[in-house]
């Protein structure tokens, strides 16, 4: 198990761990659950986002940051971030991992095999 706090840190491990993987996500916004489905990570990667982007995602015109994990038919899921340390947590477990940021929870489980290019 790992525990991460800083937005590099957790990004590094995606990558290590679950780039060509087919996972399933489940998000909750404030403990409430708002999707669960299946994908299979085909690249992984951060976005900045201006000021004006900033507004969409947050009130107090904080920087931030996207994670993008895309798969091959253009499905993304967006993870925002605070740019900054100790803005999100996650939890690494050994078939999944839980990434907590922005009154956001994401749940990855493993649920098949990794495919290597």
Known sequence: MYQLYTFEDIFNRLCEEYQGEKVQVVTKQDGVKIACFKIFIDR??????????S???SKN???IGLIRVKNKSRNTIIIPFLLGFNTMKAVFLKNGAVINTMNMEFILKKT???ITA
Do not use: M, R, S, V
């Open 44 to 53: 992984i990667d951060i976005k900045p986002l201006n000021k004006t982007q």
């Open 55 to 57: 507004k969409k995602w």
């Open 112 to 114: 098949g095999k990794k």
């Open 61 to 63: 015109g904080e920087k």
